[in-house]
């Protein structure tokens, strides 16, 4: 008897642990890799979001191509007066950004050579130096050059023209 019982208990015991089976080992891993409360909250405002958006722009198409439908032939009609007027505005605010843009390089400049004086070293001063340096180097030595050939020639001017 006793080994009836305990045949039965195992049999009992392997009922009771179920095989796994593909299907269950596919939603064990889909429960794993399961988003959080913040991330889905995170996904549903990101859909909402999205969908208010491209409402907004097929509004805005919709009223773009309306708009251009019925405001079409006073366009046409008026556009003698569009064209001149839109071209000095095209080039009053081109040649007011060209100003400002220039006076703001003006200022710029003026700002580094304030600095370079001022003895802060700006940023390319230790270029300007050099370059600065290079220059004197040169001029020097060509005044060297000369003061060394310039006696030459004139001493053969003197031989070539004795009376000059």
Same mark, same amino acid.
């Given at each position: ?25 596919? +939603? ?27 409402? +907004? ?10 708009? #251009?439908?019925?405001?079409?032939? #006073? ?25 400002? &843009? ?60 004795? &009376?000059?």
């Amino acid at each position: 008897m006793a080994d009836r019982h305990s045949g039965s208990g195992q049999t009992q015991q392997q009922q009771r642990t179920p095989r796994p089976t593909p299907g269950s080992a596919f +939603l064990r891993r889909l429960h794993d890799h399961a988003p959080n409360s913040t991330q889905l909250v995170g996904f549903l405002t990101l859909i909402v979001s999205g969908c208010i958006l491209l409402f +907004l722009t097929s509004l805005t198409i919709t009223a773009t191509v309306v708009g #251009l439908i019925f405001f079409t032939p #006073l366009i046409l009609i008026s556009s003698p007066i569009w064209v001149p007027a839109g071209t000095i505005f095209f080039f009053s605010v081109a040649g007011f950004l060209s100003v400002c &843009g220039f006076g703001l390089a003006v200022l710029a400049g003026l700002s580094w050579i304030y600095k370079y004086f001022r003895g802060w070293n700006p940023p390319g001063s230790g270029r300007f130096d050099y370059a600065r340096s290079r220059i004197a180097d040169t001029a020097s030595h060509v005044k060297d050059y000369a003061r060394e050939y310039g006696g030459y020639l004139q001493s053969k001017v003197k031989d070539a023209a004795p &009376g000059a």
